[in-house]
Nanobody, 116 residues
Framework: VQLQASGGGLVQAGGSLRLSCAFSGGIFSMFRMGWYRQAPGKERELIATITVGGSTNYVDFVKGRFTISRDNAKNTVYLQMNSLKVEDTAVYHC???????????WGQGTQVTVSS
């Protein structure tokens, strides 16, 4: 399985970005997908997940601002980020897993920088 995240960049506080993660090398519809981020000097943290059935889960500090979605026809998961804050600055990674089988894959991240 390969994952390629894209869509990061520099944006002013209050702005929006849409991240994409292209999945290949497996059956996308079988995987739960997630977005994580890692800021400088901090541990990687979970942002949001979306199950095979489309159920979503968010960490509290992004609820109401970020939306995770998936397009099984395009083998892609998205993260729409609105009302961005300086503290959202981080490298954002996508993740694919099948918890019951213990399979987990990571892709290269995409840098998001939010300026004040």
């Amino acid at each position: 399985v390969q994952l390629q995240a894209s869509g990061g960049g520099l944006v002013q506080a209050g702005g929006s970005l849409r991240l994409s993660c292209a999945f290949s090398g497996g059956i996308f519809s079988m995987f739960r997908m997630g977005w994580y981020r890692q800021a400088p000097g901090k541990e990687r943290e979970l942002i949001a997940t979306i199950t095979v059935g489309g159920s979503t889960n968010y960490v509290d500090f992004v609820k109401g601002r970020f939306t995770i979605s998936r397009d099984n026809a395009k083998n892609t998961v998205y993260l729409q980020m609105n009302s961005l804050k300086v503290e959202d600055t981080a490298v954002y990674h996508c993740n694919a897993d099948i918890p019951a089988l213990g399979k987990k894959y990571w892709g290269q991240g995409t840098q998001v920088t939010v300026s004040s």
